[in-house]
C-alpha cells in the first residue's frame, strides 16, 4: 500500500483536480489518501469528502503545513509515504514509479522533476522561468516538484517535522547526495506564480526558508545541493539570454533583500501565492 499526505489549507478550487488523478484511477485501491485541512475557512473538507472512502479526511484548526504534515503522519501506517502538495498534478503511473524506485532500497528519498505549467503567466514571468530551466535547481525535485516520497528507513531519520517553511528542503538536506534522487523520467506539474509581484513574493519565502533552516539546523549544510552560481555566470555569455537574466536577477535579489529583513521573515513565511491555485486542463504525465 502507498500511503500519499497531502496537507491542504483553503485549497477548494484546486483539490478535486489533484484528487481525481488518483481516486478515480482504477488501481485506486492501492493507495491510502489522507488529506489533512489544516485552518481552512472554505470548503477543502467538503470536496476532500466527496470522494468517499478513498479518501481519508482530517481537520485541524492550526493553520501550519508541518503541524498537517505530523498529522497524516500519525494517521498513516503505511510505507512508501508520498507528501504532495494539494495543487500540484502528479499521476498514478507516477506515484507508482516513485513507491518502485525506494523498494530498491539504494535510495531513501526521491522525488519526479517538474513541469513548470506557464498558462495564463506573465510575459516575465516566463521569462525569469525560461532562465530558471536552464539552471540546475530546475533539475532538483525535492523541493522543486512539489512532491517527494520517503522509504520506511528514509522517514526515520527525523522524528516529527519540525515548524518550518521550507519542509522539502528541511527533508533534502537529511539526506546525502548519493541518498536521494529526482527522477527524470517521472514528471510532476507545477502551477507557478502569475503575476511578477506575487513571483518575488514566492521567492521571498524560499529565502527566508533557506535562512531560517542555515539559522537552526547549520549541520544539515554538508548535504547541499550544486548552487545556481557557476551556469548563471555562464548564460551571460549569450546576449540573447539577457532580457531573461534580467528578469531572473531582479526577482532573486529582491526576494533575497525582503527575506533577509529581520521583521519580515515572519510575514514572509505566511505569504501564499493565490494567482496559480485556478484549475488547469494540463495533461498529467508518467
Same mark, same amino acid.
Given at each position: ?39 481552512? *475557512? !472554505?470548503?477543502?473538507?467538503?470536496? $476532500? %469528502? #466527496? ?6 479526511? /482530517?481537520?485541524?484548526? @492550526? +493553520? ?27 499521476? *498514478? !503511473?507516477?506515484?507508482?514509479?516513485? $513507491? %518502485? #524506485? ?6 531513501? /528519498?526521491?522525488?519526479? @522533476? +517538474? ?172
Amino acid at each position: 500500500m502507498i500511503s500519499i499526505v497531502v496537507p491542504a489549507h483553503n485549497e477548494s478550487s484546486v483539490l478535486s483536480r489533484t484528487l481525481g488523478q488518483w481516486v478515480s484511477n482504477p488501481n485506486s485501491k492501492e493507495m491510502n489518501v489522507i488529506v489533512v485541512c489544516n485552518g481552512c *475557512t !472554505d470548503d477543502t473538507a467538503n470536496v $476532500a %469528502r #466527496r470522494f468517499g472512502s478513498n479518501v481519508h479526511v /482530517v481537520e485541524s484548526d @492550526i +493553520a501550519r503545513k508541518t503541524h498537517a504534515l505530523n498529522l497524516g503522519d500519525q494517521i498513516s501506517g503505511e510505507f512508501p509515504r508520498i507528501y504532495a502538495d494539494a495543487d500540484v498534478l502528479i499521476s *498514478t !503511473d507516477a506515484i507508482r514509479s516513485l $513507491a %518502485r #524506485r525506494l523498494d530498491r532500497g539504494d535510495v531513501l /528519498v526521491v522525488a519526479p @522533476i +517538474a513541469d513548470i505549467d506557464l498558462t495564463g503567466c506573465s510575459r516575465l514571468v516566463r521569462e525569469y522561468y525560461r532562465i530558471r530551466s536552464r539552471l540546475p535547481s530546475s533539475r532538483e525535485g525535492i523541493g522543486g516538484s512539489g512532491v517527494y516520497a520517503l522509504s520506511e528507513a528514509g522517514r526515520a531519520r527525523f522524528s516529527e517535522f519540525p515548524d518550518v517553511i521550507a519542509d522539502d528542503i528541511y527533508v533534502r538536506l537529511q539526506f546525502k547526495p548519493e541518498e536521494r534522487e529526482t527522477l527524470t523520467s517521472v514528471r510532476s506539474t507545477v502551477f507557478p506564480a502569475r503575476t511578477i509581484r506575487q513571483l518575488i513574493a514566492v521567492r521571498s519565502r524560499a529565502y527566508a526558508g533557506n535562512f531560517e533552516l542555515a539559522h537552526r539546523f547549520p549541520e544539515l549544510s554538508v548535504n547541499m545541493s550544486e548552487t545556481n552560481d557557476r551556469a548563471l555566470i555562464r548564460l551571460f555569455r549569450e546576449p540573447r539570454l539577457w532580457p531573461g537574466l534580467v528578469v531572473y536577477c531582479y526577482v532573486n535579489i529582491l526576494a533575497r533583500f525582503r527575506a533577509a529583513i529581520p521583521n519580515r521573515i515572519k510575514a514572509t513565511a505566511w505569504q501564499r501565492d493565490d494567482t496559480s491555485r485556478r484549475t488547469s486542463s494540463a495533461g498529467l504525465r508518467s
